[in-house]
T-cell receptor, first 111, second 116 residues
Framework: DQQVKQNSPSLSVQEGRISILNCDYT??????FLWYKKYPAEGPTFLIS?????DKNEDGRFTVFLNKSAKHLSLHIVPSQPGDSAVYFC??????????FGPGTRLSVLP | EPEVTQTPSHQVTQMGQEVILRCVPI?????FYWYRQILGQKVEFLVS????????KSEIFDDQFSVERPDGSNFTLKIRSTKLEDSAMYFC??????????????FGEGSRLTVL
């Protein structure tokens, strides 16, 4: 039972363009969402989060959008840089519960 | 900047042997976690720990697994009798907040376990 889905296993984007990473979830009780970036042989590093009371959160080049009715969130990276090439994980939790991670999307930013 | 540290970075062991993976969470954090990632698969929750006891565990976390916080700083994961399928990257994580929905997880670099 995949509660958090990232249907694109990989994505390639030209440097300077926008990267859009998508995440869908099935559990309507999820109310807090995070995006993590992971380089090979390293632990996931936190990027940005959003609470269900918001529909957008922005931090520099990173913006997360949440559509609760569609149970969908997305991460926008603008402009994309080669150093952004990594695996991006969406994670979600409901109050008092632990984070559930999606399978990840591998982003490649081409110079 | 404070960080979660894990040792060893890589351990190779024979099937059936006991393994202890060690973690030092960020010092003022209250919640501690172990996750694992089998090569090519997603990051999976194993166990969470708060107030010196397990708060939640997944189906993966069977009787072969145990966690301990033996002192004020270390948080360990023990696998009593390793199986081939335990080969994975094990990540320790910690979180600061004691309530509500805020507070991201801070992950360590991971310990790669290879069971032969």
């Amino acid at each position: 039972d995949q509660q958090v889905k990232q249907n694109s296993p990989s994505l390639s984007v030209q440097e300077g363009r926008i990267s859009i990473l998508n995440c869908d979830y099935t559990n309507s009780m999820f109310d807090y969402f995070l995006w993590y970036k992971k380089y090979p042989a390293e632990g996931p590093t936190f990027l940005i989060s959003i609470s269900s009371i918001k529909d957008k959160n922005e931090d520099g080049r990173f913006t997360v959008f949440l559509n609760k009715s569609a149970k969908h969130l997305s991460l926008h990276i603008v402009p994309s840089q080669p150093g952004d090439s990594a695996v991006y994980f969406c994670a979600a939790r409901s109050s008092g519960q632990n984070f559930v991670f999606g399978p990840g999307t591998r982003l490649s930013v081409l110079p | 900047e404070p960080e979660v540290t894990q040792t060893p970075s890589h351990q190779v062991t024979q099937m059936g042997q006991e393994v202890i993976l060690r973690c030092v969470p960020i010092s003022n954090h209250l919640y501690f976690y172990w996750y694992r990632q089998i090569l090519g698969q997603k990051v999976e929750f194993l166990v969470s720990f708060y107030n010196n006891e397990i708060s939640e565990k997944s189906e993966i976390f069977d009787d072969q697994f145990s966690v301990e916080r033996p002192d004020g700083s270390n948080f360990t994961l023990k696998i009593r009798s390793t199986k081939l399928e335990d080969s994975a990257m094990y990540f320790c994580a910690s979180r600061k907040t004691s309530g509500g929905n805020t507070g991201e997880l801070f992950f360590g670099e991971g310990s790669r376990l290879t069971v032969l």
